[in-house]
C-alpha cells in the first residue's frame, strides 16, 4: 500500500466507543531485577472519555496472575493500531465542487486521488459521498451522490460524474454541510460502527444562504459521535485566511478525535489521502507503564493477565507476554 493510502485510514480508525488493544513492550532502560520487568498496556480514550489525565489515581491496575505484584511507573498520551475486528467504520465523503477548485487544481489531481482512496478503504466500511455547494440551478448546501452503504463501484461512478461536472457557483457551506449532512446521513448507521467525515475543501467556509457557524457543526458531530477528517488542499497564497482556516480546522478535528491533512498542492494529494486512510487505522490511548515483579523470576515467554481499571471508565484484562 502507498504511502498516501496508509495515511488515510489511519485518520479513520481513531473513533470514540472502540474497545481496547493492548500492545505490550519490554522496556530494558538499564539493568533490572531478573524478578522484575516494565511493560507497556494501552488503554483506549474511548473506554474512560472523561478521565482527567492529570489524575494521579486515574488508573488502577492488579494482577489476575497469582503471585504477581504490579506497579503503575506512568502513563502517556499514544495512539495505537485498532485491532481487525473493530474497524467497523461508516464514512461519509464531503467533496468540495466550489469553483476556485478551478484554479487551486485545474488538472483535476483529485479525482484520481479521490479514487484511489474510496478503492483502499476497507471493504466492509459502509460509505457515502455527497458534494457541496449543489450543483442545481437553485441554491442547497449538498448534493447526495451515493447514499450510505454504496458498493465502491457505484462510490467511483458518482465521483466520475464530478469530474465531468460544472463546478458550484453556490459557496462553500462547510458548516451547513456538516450541520444538516451528518443527521441525515450519519445518524441512523449502526451504533457499533464508527461514524466518520472526510470532508475536502480548498478553502473557507462561504455560502450564498444562511449559514451554520463551525461552534453548531461540532455540536452535531458530538452529538452523533462522529470523527472530522479535514483535507486541506491550499496554502496562505490561495486561501487568505489560510492560517485562521487551519486553525478552525483543527478545533474541530481536535475535539471529535479526528485530523486536518494538509496538502500545499495538488499533486500532494495522494499522499494526503493517504494520511487519512492512516488515521483510520490508529486509535488514541493511555499508554501505562507497569513494573511486575515475581519471586524467583519470569520466565522466558511466560504470561501475565492484568486488571486494568481507569476512573469512570471500563474495566479492561490485558495478557501481558514476557
Not at 502513563?75 to 487551486?104: N, Y
Not at 462553500?172 to 457499533?192: C, F, K, Q, R, V
Request: with cysteine; net charge neutral; charged share 20%.
Amino acid at each position: 500500500m502507498k504511502l498516501w493510502v496508509g495515511t488515510i485510514l489511519g485518520a479513520i480508525l481513531l473513533c470514540s466507543g472502540c474497545a481496547p488493544r493492548y500492545q505490550v513492550h519490554s522496556l530494558p532502560a538499564a539493568p533490572r531485577p531478573s524478578n522484575e520487568r516494565v511493560v507497556t498496556v494501552d488503554y483506549f480514550k474511548s473506554d474512560a472519555p472523561r478521565l482527567e489525565a492529570d489524575n494521579p489515581n486515574a488508573f488502577t491496575v492488579t494482577s489476575i496472575t497469582p503471585n504477581v505484584q504490579v506497579e503503575i511507573v506512568g502513563w502517556k498520551e499514544a495512539k495505537a493500531r485498532r485491532p481487525a475486528q473493530q474497524r467497523r467504520m461508516s464514512i461519509l465523503i464531503a467533496w468540495d465542487q466550489s469553483a476556485s477548485l478551478g484554479v487551486t487544481d485545474p488538472t483535476m489531481r483529485r479525482f484520481e486521488a479521490g479514487e484511489r482512496l474510496i478503492q483502499d478503504l476497507p471493504s466492509d466500511a459502509r460509505v457515502g459521498l455527497v458534494n457541496f455547494a449543489s450543483l442545481g440551478m437553485g441554491y442547497a448546501d449538498y448534493d447526495v451522490r451515493a447514499p450510505m452503504g454504496s458498493p465502491k463501484p457505484q462510490l467511483q461512478h458518482a465521483l466520475n460524474l464530478l469530474q465531468r461536472s460544472e463546478f458550484s457557483f453556490h459557496g462553500t457551506p462547510i458548516w451547513n454541510t456538516l450541520y444538516y449532512g451528518i443527521p441525515e446521513l450519519l445518524a441512523s448507521e449502526p451504533a457499533d460502527r464508527e461514524r466518520l467525515v472526510i470532508l475536502f475543501t480548498d478553502g473557507q467556509n462561504e455560502t450564498a444562504g444562511i449559514s451554520r457557524t463551525e461552534h453548531e457543526a461540532l455540536q452535531i458531530a458530538q452529538q452523533y459521535r462522529v470523527r472530522l477528517i479535514f483535507v486541506l488542499l491550499g496554502n496562505a497564497e490561495t486561501i487568505p485566511t489560510y492560517h485562521q482556516v487551519v486553525r478552525t480546522l483543527k478545533y474541530l478535528a481536535d475535539a471529535t478525535g479526528g485530523a486536518v491533512i494538509a496538502a500545499d498542492e495538488a499533486q500532494d494529494l495522494n499522499e494526503a489521502f493517504g494520511a487519512a486512510l492512516d488515521t483510520l487505522e490508529y486509535v488514541p490511548v493511555h499508554r501505562l507503564h507497569l513494573r511486575v515483579r515475581k519471586a524467583g523470576g519470569f520466565r522466558r515467554g511466560e504470561t501475565v493477565r492484568l486488571r486494568v481499571q481507569a476512573v469512570g471508565g471500563k474495566e479492561r484484562v490485558a495478557t501481558v507476554r514476557l
